[in-house]
């Protein structure tokens, strides 16, 4: 199957980018990122030779993504695909766990992976040196500065920007970033002999969208703060989930609930609408909170749902944890749907939402194997065609590159 996409452009202006940064990559950095308005990170399309027009189009995450349900592949789990283990853990370390947005089980397995010499460095993202609300790619090293690097970071990010000069060190390296990022990864180690040997290991969160910048912008102004005078930003962590705050420059501390920015609607990307992988069905092991329901009720000290997908995913999980670098329970996948009830939701409607844009005139992606039939199949006639006029409505009043209303995926 092939996209009907003919223009980067299109892509952007018709909601498909995902703002990864590999098509900055790919250009040589002419399709530089940069702010739209609305608070979306998107890359100028202006100046892209036909060769890089073409190899964006044929790797762009935002049109091309494959998931593991293939014809050969064996019975997989409808939503989460290919299920090496399920498990609730966090990081022994007190201060990782603590300090880490859930229970700092992906910075665990970056420190294993580094102080075991299985990599020689993380890709993963930071926050920026002049902007406090905005994130740049990061290669770590030293296994103490991973921590700097911890935490999620709700707003868009461009970590795929650097993806070549990673490659180009000639050194092994795991990555750590969002689904999207990850697909994006792995479109270029399908073409890219060295992406396949340079990296050694690829993980991921479960991805309920990436929210526009404008929204964290919005949580300062409502509370009569300069968002571009913070010298610090965090969206969560110091606990879980902890408390969104920036810090001024004279150390004063301004927070609120991390619930504030996920209630009501918010504004995100629209291609976070019809993402037909969320979760990391591509990344080696994906994690993320498991918290009954959807959404914390208090304070823990911090744990994470475990899915290792791939085979690397399981040795590395299981080398952490026989390290004594994860503490892990066992866990039913039962406990992972209900604590993830938007990303079932999304699994489940992705194919009709996609089907939408192009009845409404957008190009088709190309995406494959990713059970939309069979999850399709389980929405009944009214949940699909609600599904399918909400998304068709979206397209047709314009909503699409600019950021959309968001409340929820059911
Ligand atoms: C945009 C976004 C949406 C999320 N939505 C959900 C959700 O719907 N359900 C859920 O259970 N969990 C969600 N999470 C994940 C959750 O908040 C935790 O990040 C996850 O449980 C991992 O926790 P941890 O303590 O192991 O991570 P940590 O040890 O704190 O490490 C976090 C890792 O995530 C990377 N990272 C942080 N922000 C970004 C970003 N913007 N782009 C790319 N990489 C980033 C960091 O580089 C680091 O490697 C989301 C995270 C993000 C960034």
Known sequence: MTHGFTSVRQIVEQGYCVSCGLCSAISNGRAAMGWTAGGNYRPDTSALSDSEEKNILSLCPGINLTGPFDANSPALDPVWGKIGDVSMGWATDPETQHRSSAGGVMTAINRYLLETGQVDFVLQVAAAQDDA??????????????????????????????????????????????PCDIAGVRNLQRIDGRARDLIFYTQTMFCGTTPARSETEAFFDRRDVDPASLVHMQWRGDGCPGKTKGTLPDGTIVDGPYSELWTGKWQTQFRCKICPDAVGLQADLATGDIWAGGMPTGETPGENAIIPHTDIGLQVYRGAVDAGYLHVVPLDIDAVNDSQPHHVALRRTFGTRVAATTA???????????????????????????????????????????????????
Not at 135 to 156: F, H, N
Not at 386 to 391: E, I, L, R
């Open 133 to 178: 609300l905005h994130s740049e790619p990061v290669m770590i090293r030293d296994p103490d500065d991973l921590l700097t690097g911890s935490q999620s970071r709700y707003a868009p990010v461009a970590p795929l920007k650097v993806i070549y000069q990673a490659l180009d060190l000639g050194e092994r390296f795991s990555v750590s970033l969002k």
């Open 360 to 410: 409404a005139g957008h190009a088709a992606p190309n995406y494959t194997n990713l059970n939309e039939t069979a999850l399709t199949a389980t929405l009944t006639d009214a949940e699909r065609d609600a599904t399918f006029a909400g998304t068709r409505e979206r397209v047709s009043k314009g909503q699409a590159d600019e950021c959309v209303d968001f409340d929820g995926f059911d």
